[in-house]
């Protein structure tokens, strides 16, 4: 299953490095609603740093419902989801390979977001970053975890841009919630000390639906 | 004596309480080439996605190369070919990285991806993107795709779509060399003249039901 997986994921980064679409699309969607929030608060520098962690997690969420999309139309595309599935793969295997695409994708969204977020909030990166890259790799993994399971349910409606946001959205609060106090918790100087509660909430999070979706994912891509 | 590739029995699949195939039986032994006729909407691609394991049967019995296709799907499926309505390849790889991707998910060495890329004489394009393919040459990447593993069955819908008369003619000759090597192809088509060199079966779709023969 770890070869097959590993072949998906590879198979699914040669595409993005080759044609940039799903990166281009979802970083020029998160420098854009980075500048949005920014200006429309016009917060002082002083408040700029308390909205630092919603600016954060609604952009990872928003783009993150972008990039999602984008790697179920891949295989939908020439029907290459159906030559996939006849064929050997165990789709549990198709779930991690696309996972890890995933979490990759939103990983490096983050890594530009991010830096444009602190310089325009006023945010001291420097000594919250360790931290602050643990809890975002935790509620990335959790948000790629539900996303990649109910992201290929979606793509076989046609409806998919609007049924995925509402399938989602709604059990994605958890992890939302522990995203955001994480953050605040992190940027505020606590430390991962200071969000251990939320820290639990994200890892928990991240082990019930990875698990899910690698246990359910048959039933949702097969018909 | 081998059993056959496929015996279906009674096959049923509806639709949101639409029949779409009734009472189907068909049984395929290995070599054979079944082609399917019928209008549109006779129910061709269900059938075809049934025997693929895409879709599961309402009701009736698969077997597949001796395996209940319900109870063993990962028996049977490593022994299927499936080119649909569409390549099943990535328009951004080339044809080369399409056939090796699939090749390390079927644990498929890199000679054999040589030996299915000069078969389908795409050796001199196989370093191109997919998506500067004409029709024909894509549809035969699909078959390389498709018979990378050595299958014991093919599933072809609508095989001749979109292809000229040289590119069928072509794509006739390729199905030819599969059958002689012992592999059963099932397809549909609406123009059963294209294969005639390939002196199939016929069996056609009508309310669900299978019949031998033309309509």
Redesign the interface.
């Known amino acids: 299953m770890i070869?097959?997986a590993l072949?998906i994921l590879?198979?699914d980064l040669?595409?993005e490095t080759?044609?940039r679409e799903g990166l281009t699309s979802i970083v020029v969607l998160g420098v854009l609603l980075v500048l949005v929030f920014s200006v429309a608060h016009d917060p002082t520098p002083s408040e700029a740093p308390r909205l630092a962690p919603a600016v954060i997690w609604v952009t990872f969420t928003f783009t993150g419902l972008l990039a999602i999309q984008r790697s179920f139309v891949?295989e939908r595309?020439?029907?290459?989801l159906?030559?996939?599935?006849?064929?050997?793969?165990d789709p549990a295997a198709l779930y991690v390979g696309k996972l890890l695409g995933n979490v990759i994708l939103l990983a490096a969204m983050q890594a530009m977001v991010l830096p444009l977020t602190a310089l325009l909030l006023h945010v001291e990166l420097a000594g919250a970053l360790p931290g602050l890259i643990v809890v975002l790799l935790l509620g990335n993994l959790g948000f790629a975890a539900l996303a990649t399971l109910f992201g290929a349910v979606a793509v076989r409606v046609r409806a998919r841009e609007v049924l995925l946001p509402v399938l989602l959205l709604p059990l994605l609060v958890p992890v939302l919630v522990g995203g955001v106090k994480a953050t605040a918790a992190v940027l505020a100087g606590e430390g991962l000390a200071g969000a251990t509660q939320a820290i639990g909430m994200l890892g928990a999070f991240d082990v019930i639906f990875t698990t899910a979706g690698v246990l359910l994912f048959e039933q949702v891509v097969?018909? | 004596m081998a059993a056959p590739v496929v015996v279906a029995r009674g096959l049923r699949r509806e639709y949101a309480g639409v029949p779409v195939l009734v009472a189907v039986d068909l049984e395929v032994a290995a070599g054979d080439c079944v082609v399917l006729l019928g209008s549109n909407g006779a129910g061709k691609t269900t059938l075809l996605?049934v025997l693929?394991?895409?879709?599961?049967p309402s009701g009736g019995a698969l077997q597949l190369f001796g395996h209940d296709a319900a109870r063993r799907p990962?028996a049977v499926?490593?022994q299927?070919?499936?080119v649909?309505?569409?390549?099943?390849?990535?328009?951004?790889?080339t044809g080369r990285?399409n056939l090796r991707?699939?090749a390390?998910?079927?644990a498929v060495d890199d000679a054999r991806i040589a030996e299915c890329l000069a078969w389908s004489g795409l050796d001199g394009a196989a370093d191109r993107p997919l998506r500067t393919y004409s029709r024909g040459m894509a549809q035969r990447l699909a078959l390389a795709?498709?018979l990378l593993?050595r299958p014991g069955l093919l599933?072809l819908d609508e095989p001749f779509t979109g292809l000229d008369a040289d590119a069928s003619a072509r794509l006739v000759g390729l199905l030819a060399t599969v059958r002689a090597e012992g592999t059963a192809i099932v397809m549909s088509t609406h123009d059963p003249a294209r294969v005639d060199e390939l002196s199939p079966r016929t069996a056609t779709l009508a309310r669900g039901r299978l019949r031998e023969g033309r309509a």
């Open positions: 070869g097959s072949a590879a198979k040669r595409i080759r044609t891949v595309e020439q029907d290459c159906a030559a996939l599935l006849v064929g050997p793969l097969r018909d | 996605r693929a394991t895409l879709l599961r990962a499926r490593a299927l070919g499936w649909g309505h569409e390549t099943g390849c990535y328009p951004d790889l990285e991707f699939h390390r998910l079927h795709r498709a593993p599933l």
